[in-house]
């Protein structure tokens, strides 16, 4: 079983390393805990990995059960979340090649797009461009132009920017080099922006 | 600097990891570039606003499902 040292002089020990040392002995509610605070990022990303509900259920379900039964193989060495992170984005990957059979799925392929490489939309925003679409509005402006860039675009700018990996950290997860991550991250913020100025634009005076 | 020369670093910039030397040099270029002034403030609106707004919500039922599908775990393994 991994034991956990500290490095002297790294960081105190971060809150969930003692939830999960409380599951490790046998206290179930330790792991509800961790469950709660990372229910929603789990789901998140397997929904913008696997674009499907019924898949991302399962994949959230799948993941925490995985973890919870693997924790003695959890090194204290890297953070419980971007751990489980690693298992759910497996298990996405996993559903997504199941569902197509045939089909090769990666994340590591690069591509090649000049889309959004180059900025050509210059426009400005308006100022609060959110407040001209209603929440519903624009949670469908949000998902529809996020499932349209690359898969291996959307799970970096995901991990990186919605739910706050480290570089280092979404490199290790998807199995990437730092400066793959690095230049699709730039990618894929340009293109969304890019897609996003069709919505968000300032428009010339009388129209909406 | 060029307007290509910004667009290298515009992540670092906005990921607050440059130096104050290219931060500097940065800013001067923003100062004299609309383009680029747009396209660096857009692209952390960007951001910001796929942070802030929740677009995919955690169905309704799936915690009460796991935590019963733990439990049973539970049962068998601890």
């Known amino acids: 079983m991994a034991t956990i040292q500290p490095i002297a002089g790294e960081n105190e020990q971060h809150p969930d390393v003692a939830l999960v040392e409380r599951v490790r002995a046998g206290d179930v509610s330790a792991y509800d805990t961790l469950v709660r605070k990372y229910e929603r990022q789990i789901f998140r990303i397997a929904q913008h990995i696997t674009q499907n509900r019924e898949d991302a259920e399962d994949v959230m379900q799948d993941a925490f059960l995985k973890a919870y039964e693997k924790l003695d193989q959890f090194q204290g060495n890297s953070k419980f979340y971007t751990w489980l992170v690693r298992i759910a984005v497996n298990e996405s990957l996993m559903r997504l090649r199941k569902r197509r059979t045939g089909k090769m799925v990666s994340i590591d392929e690069d591509v090649e797009t000049e889309e959004g490489s180059v900025p050509r939309d210059l426009a400005d925003w308006a100022p609060d461009p959110e407040q001209n679409y209603t929440q519903s509005e624009l949670a469908e402006i949000l998902r529809k132009t996020i499932q349209g860039l690359p898969q291996g675009f959307r799970i970096v700018f995901v991990l990186r920017d919605v739910e706050g990996l480290s570089t280092e950290e979404t490199a290790e997860t998807l199995g990437l080099s730092i400066p793959a991550v690095k230049s699709r991250l730039l990618r894929a913020r340009l293109q969304l922006r890019e897609r996003l100025s069709r919505y968000f634009r300032r428009k010339k005076g009388g129209e909406k | ?78």
């Open chain 2, 1 to 78: 600097m060029t307007c290509s020369e910004f667009l290298a670093l515009l992540d670092d910039l906005i990921d607050d990891s440059v130096n104050t030397e290219t931060r500097t040099e940065l800013e001067k270029h923003l100062k004299g570039c609309e383009h680029c002034e747009v396209t660096f403030n857009t692209t952390r609106k960007t951001i910001e606003i796929y942070r802030s707004h929740e677009i995919y919500e955690l169905p309704s039922g799936l915690r009460e499902r796991l935590h019963a599908a733990i439990m049973s775990r539970c049962k068998k393994g601890c």
